[in-house]
């Protein structure tokens, strides 16, 4: 059984999206221990990597990936209960928006700046949406989108900063030595990368299931889409962001390593705390470069390169913005070229 053009063409796309969000995100895990030479950059991609691939599998372990929780997730609830949405709308707003975000991974990719996967991927809905004639559920857009971003870089910078003068601390008294903290800092990029995986793997699923739940899907194919997205996300992670690690661990400021274990460490438990916790996806680009720019602060404001840290900050904001004006362009393409 070969699925019908479209449906093809957006599974495809989600493999590519798992890959680039991987490729994209390998900074988050490594870009610290790479540059303070805690760990050599291949095998620190090669722990990420696998980290990623087992924290993949574990998400997708503990969800019930029904069609409710795919629409949910995404969101896209109020276009899967609307009766009379054209057919296939749901696939094409998926389509559009899968799109969208890999264009917008490999923009910011090369650009050097973190981004959120989520946010470019809620915006591009939205836009879609617009123009294929759906009225989306706004309120989940902003609460989704907009809530992690305001207060999740906040908290994570504030609990870099205080971890990070608590550390200073203990090495000014010698009751912590660099060999501990370099060894800590291995441990807490780990997390990192298991809770990038465990997260980061429910985007591309989400986009399967939702598919699933609207046209038919080859079984044999919907049931190797979990480890074939899996290894794609570890697979990305395993090549590397050089551009954004470079922006993470040099750009930004002159990391040490109890900097980096500062922001890993940081950003590993909010990751764990919101996720976990509340159900809130959490950007973990966002987390680990205020964890970055919560360190470097802890050591005076002119640590940190202000440049780069408002080139950030704009990408962030502009990041669902952006995404929604090229989900409607992608969407209207469709419309004019394909019948969408």
């Not at 991609?45 to 372990?61: E, I, K, P, S």
């Not at 009225?135 to 989704?144: K, P, R, T, V």
């Not at 465990?198 to 080859?218: E, H, K, N, R």
């Not at 922006?247 to 390593?257: M, Q």
Request: a positive charge; aromatic letters at 6%; hydrophobic letters at 55%.
């Amino acid at each position: 059984m070969v699925p019908e053009p479209l449906v093809g063409a957006i599974l495809l796309l989600t493999v590519v999206l798992a890959y680039v969000n991987g490729f994209h995100d390998a900074s988050n895990a490594v870009s610290t221990t790479i540059t303070t030479g805690t760990l050599r950059e291949r095998t620190a991609l090669g722990m990420a990597a696998l980290l990623n691939l087992l924290g993949a599998l574990l998400g997708m372990g503990l969800v019930t990936m029904s069609g409710a929780w795919a629409f949910s997730k995404i969101p896209l609830g109020g276009l899967a209960d609307d009766g009379g949405s054209p057919p296939h709308l749901v696939l094409w707003v998926l389509l559009a928006a899968v799109a969208t975000t890999v264009l917008w991974d490999l923009a910011t990719w090369w650009r050097g700046m973190p981004s959120s996967s989520w946010h470019a991927l809620y915006g591009a809905i939205g836009g879609a949406s617009l123009v294929l004639g759906w009225h989306a559920d706004w309120s989940a857009f902003l609460g989704d989108a907009l809530m992690p971003t305001a207060f999740v870089p906040l908290l994570g910078a504030l609990a870099a900063y205080l971890l990070m003068h608590g550390i200073t601390r203990l090495l000014a008294k010698d009751r912590l030595v660099s060999g501990h903290v370099r060894f800590a800092q291995t441990v807490s990029a780990g997390a990192v990368a298991t809770a990038h995986g465990l997260q980061d793997v429910l985007i591309p699923m989400a986009v399967v299931v939702a598919v699933s739940a609207t046209a038919p899907v080859p079984p044999a194919m919907l049931a190797a889409a979990p480890f074939v997205i899996a290894l794609a996300l570890a697979t990305g992670t395993y090549m590397g962001g050089h551009r954004i690690i470079r922006t993470l661990g040099t750009r930004l400021t002159d990391l040490s390593s109890p900097q980096g274990f500062a922001a890993e460490a940081s950003t590993a438990a909010l990751m764990g705390v919101v996720t976990l916790g509340f159900g809130m996806p959490v950007s973990s680009s966002h987390a680990i470069a205020a964890g970055v720019m919560g360190a470097g602060l802890a050591r005076g404001r002119r640590a940190l390169r202000l440049p780069v840290v408002w080139s950030i900050l704009v990408t962030w904001i502009a990041t669902p913005v952006a995404c929604l004006l090229l989900g409607m362009t992608i969407a209207r393409l469709a419309q004019t070229l394909l019948g969408a």
